[in-house]
Every structure is written in structure tokens, then in C-alpha cells.
């Protein structure tokens, strides 16, 4: 099945301009266009383009993304280097993941912090509150 660049982004959940700007980088060297210059995308080009908006959403840059896709053009010779480009942006994702459980875990401490001022009508009762009656999991939290 073919389609025009406005359904592929539906599909994708991407603005057209966004496949826009991906061909005009080189990033969508496999899609074909008709004799009016129409982008004609087809189902195959979908997990491309899927790859593309994972690899985007990690941090990696336009430029590492061609690179990728060079690389994925020279067929099997280059599946290592391939390998590598995808367990670094993994490792950055993970260091992200860690971020973020961090974020989470201080927002959840505020949540339960006010939560506990609230109810006692004062900053003063979770401020002043001996450790061993904060929460176990925000204990930590306290230390710092």
C-alpha cells in the first residue's frame, strides 16, 4: 500500500514537515517519489521511519542518524559499527532512565512532604518530624 507524505505522518504521529526535513537531510534515501515529485511512501518504509523517531527520541543527532543510515546502506559489513552506534544510545537512555527514577523519587518526597504539611497545617510537622516516622523510601531524603 502506498502513502502520501500528509498519511505516513498520521501513521508516524508526526507533522509532514518532520518527513520533510528527514529527506531533505538524506534520511529517507528509499522512498520513492512520483513524476511530479510527490513523496510516495510504501508499509515498508514505516519501521525506517519508526527507527528514525526511536533513535531521535534517545538524543541522537541528524547527523548520527544519516551516519546510521549510511552504514545500514553498506549491508552487512558494518553491522558492528552499527552495533556500537545503537548500545551508545542505549547507555545514554539508560543514564536518562536513572535521571529521571531520581526526579521522580525527589517530586514524589515533595508530594508526600506537602501532603503532610497540608494536613497538619504546617511546614513545621514533616519538617520537624523525627526520621523513624518519614516514610522508609523517603528517608534518604532527608539526609541530604
Partial sequence: MTYTIGEMAKKLGVAPST???YDK???????ERSEGGVRIFQDADMGHLSTIKCLKRTGMSIQEIRQYIDLS???DETIGERM???DRRREAVLEQ???LQDTLHTLDY???FYETALAAGTMDAP???PLD???SKFRDMRKK
Fill in 19 to 21: 518527513l520533510r526535513y
Fill in 25 to 31: 537531510e538524506g534520511l529517507l534515501p528509499s522512498v
Fill in 73 to 75: 546502506l553498506q549491508g
Fill in 84 to 86: 556500537e552506534l545503537i
Fill in 97 to 99: 532512565i536513572a535521571q
Fill in 110 to 112: 515533595k508530594h508526600w
Fill in 127 to 129: 519538617a520537624n518530624m
Fill in 133 to 135: 516516622q518519614v516514610p
